[in-house]
C-alpha cells in the first residue's frame, strides 16, 4: 500500500506542477499584453496593439498544452488507484491516455475555461485595436 500512495504522491506533483504553470502563464499573458497597451499609448503607435495578438495566441496554445498534460496524469492517476498495490511500478507515462475521454490537445485549448479566459484577451485585444484605429483615423480626419 506504501509503494501505491507513493506513486499517487509522484503523479499529483506532476499534476500540480502542470497547474502552477498553468496559472502562471495567465498571469504573464496578462502582463505581457498590458505592456504592450502601454507602449501603444505612450508611443502613440498602433503595432504594439498588433503584437499583442502573438502572446495572446502563444500562451493559450502552451495553457492548453498545460491543461493537456494535466488532464493525461488525471487519467493516470485514476489508473493507479484502481491497481493492486502489488502491481504498482511507478510508471509515469501518460501518453497511453491520448486522446481517451476527449483527452486531446486541441480540446483542451478549446475547453470552456480556456476559451473564456484567451478569449477575452483576445477580445480585449482587438476591442483596443478598433479603438486606436478610430482614434487615429479621427486625427487624421
Request: hydrophobic share 50%; charged share 15%.
Amino acid at each position: 500500500m506504501e509503494k501505491k500512495l507513493k506513486h499517487l504522491e509522484l503523479i499529483q506533483g506532476v499534476i500540480n506542477r502542470m497547474a502552477h504553470c498553468s496559472f502562471l502563464l495567465k498571469g504573464w499573458s496578462v502582463i505581457l499584453v498590458s505592456g504592450l497597451f502601454a507602449l501603444a499609448a505612450k508611443e502613440a503607435n498602433p503595432l504594439f496593439v498588433y503584437l499583442a495578438y502573438l502572446p495572446v495566441i502563444a500562451f493559450w496554445v502552451l495553457d492548453g498544452y498545460y491543461l493537456y498534460q494535466e488532464r493525461l496524469y488525471r487519467q493516470l492517476y485514476s489508473k493507479v488507484r484502481k491497481m493492486e498495490a502489488s502491481n504498482i511500478d511507478f510508471e509515469m507515462n501518460a501518453n497511453s491516455f491520448n486522446g481517451k475521454d476527449g483527452c486531446t490537445w486541441s480540446g483542451s485549448i478549446m475547453s470552456k475555461t480556456m476559451f473564456l479566459f484567451h478569449g477575452i484577451l483576445v477580445l480585449t485585444v482587438i476591442i483596443v485595436m478598433f479603438v486606436c484605429l478610430t482614434i487615429k483615423g479621427g486625427a487624421n480626419g
